[in-house]
């Protein structure tokens, strides 16, 4: 692979991920009082639809232990989650969400899917075999 095209689509895709951000930061928050951390932590619960351990969704959503659990803990401050220690290891952590949050993440979503469009309407489209 050439060089050239390597660094210019890692400068397109940094370029993309900080344009999403401040525009799902602005949109998700204006709109439905969410960031794009904990909407994707929301996301995340409801695409598998079962409780999750905070070391499944820390390798799902990119974020550090520490910071996952801060944004857990927004989210449970919310309402939106709760968190349950598992009944065979008591040092694992579930995360469940709630009723509210599955209505706050279904009102978000098209937010969220508005914005990610917006943002990669440039994307170069996949070949099809």
């Known amino acids: 692979m050439d060089e050239r ?9 940094l370029a993309k991920h900080a344009q999403a951000m401040c525009q799902l ?5 204006d709109r439905h009082g969410l ?3 904990e909407f994707e932590v929301l996301d995340r619960i409801v695409h598998h639809d079962r409780k999750l351990r905070i070391q499944e969704l820390c390798d799902e959503v990119h974020l ?16 939106l989650v709760t968190r349950g220690v598992c009944d065979s290891d008591r040092r694992g952590v579930f995360v469940c969400i709630t009723d509210e949050g599955r209505a706050r993440h ?4 098209p937010t969220q899917r508005a914005v990610l469009t917006e943002v990669f309407a440039d994307a170069p489209v996949p070949a099809v075999p």
């Not at 095209?5 to 895709?13: E, I, P």
């Not at 930061?25 to 928050?29: K, P, T």
């Not at 279904?106 to 979503?109: D, F, G, K, P, R």
Request: proline letters at 3%; aromatic letters at 8%; zero cysteines.
């Open 5 to 13: 095209f390597v660094v210019d689509t890692w400068h397109y895709v």
């Open 25 to 29: 930061e602005r949109e998700l928050g």
């Open 35 to 37: 960031g794009p951390s």
């Open 64 to 79: 550090s232990q520490s910071a996952l659990s801060r944004v857990v803990a927004r989210l449970e401050k919310a309402a």
């Open 106 to 109: 279904a009102e978000a979503l």
